[in-house]
Antibody, heavy 122, light 110 residues
């Protein structure tokens, strides 16, 4: 069965960096796009970034553009989110979510991980 | 700045029907935005219910349906059950590979 397991969260000071990982299993990782979605404590969902199946297309929310970088390593079935210049407002649970397929005939997210908590605080 | 709006809260009686909506602060939601809907209970990851306006994900009960109503995307729950009490989020495709969630609706079943 499809599994997505995030890791790398923790407490970090403002201005510092952190790298999140999402290890995928149960499907052919290199066939699917994948996203990061976050949720601040007690708040709603926010799409953060997405990457195409082959890594050639990357897109970011305006709130993280220029600070966060999404990448993937198909040899390790792993998605990454490099987060630089962190701000207190980046505090959130970060979920990875798999795309259902290449076109809109498939769900944008069909499987979700359980998330990893990032706390940005001095 | 584009903002996707949802009712902050809604209440429905068990067995009743409720329609949650998803709007743009400026403009109309159409099928071109490929609206999708997500259910989330506290402490859990979201669950995908509906995508591409009206397609149910595998395993989602048919009491959940999606549509476009006027200038908004809509999620209708027909015959609400106690375990439908959750937060519901819509997601719109904004173009150029970017997506935007609505603020979410907290649904109470009582």
């Amino acid at each position: 069965q499809v599994q997505l397991v995030e890791s790398g969260g923790g407490v970090v000071q403002p201005g510092r960096s952190l790298r999140l990982s999402c290890v995928a299993s149960g499907f052919t990782f290199s066939d699917y796009g994948i996203h990061w979605v976050r949720q601040a404590p007690g708040k709603g969902l926010e799409w953060v970034a997405g990457i195409s199946f082959d890594g050639s297309d990357k897109n970011y929310a305006d709130s993280v553009k220029g600070r966060f970088t999404i990448s993937r390593d198909s040899s390790k079935n792993t998605l990454y989110l490099q987060m630089n210049s962190l701000r207190t407002e980046d505090t959130a649970i970060y979920y990875c979510a798999k795309r259902g397929g290449y076109s809109f005939s498939y769900p944008p997210f069909d499987y979700w991980g359980q998330g990893t908590l990032v706390t940005v605080s001095s | 700045q584009t903002v996707v709006t949802q009712e902050p809260s809604f209440s429905v009686s068990p067995g009743g029907t409720v329609t949650l909506t998803c709007a743009l602060r400026s403009g109309s939601v159409s099928t071109s935005y490929h609206p999708s809907w997500y259910q989330q209970t506290p402490g859990q990851a979201p669950r995908t219910l509906i995508y591409n306006t009206d397609t149910r994900c595998s395993g989602v009960p048919d009491r959940f349906s999606g549509s476009i109503l006027g200038n908004k995307a809509a999620l209708t729950i027909t015959g609400a059950q106690a375990d439908d009490e959750s937060s519901y989020f819509c997601l719109l495709y904004m173009g150029s590979g970017s997506w935007m969630f609505g603020g979410g609706t907290k649904l109470t079943v009582l």
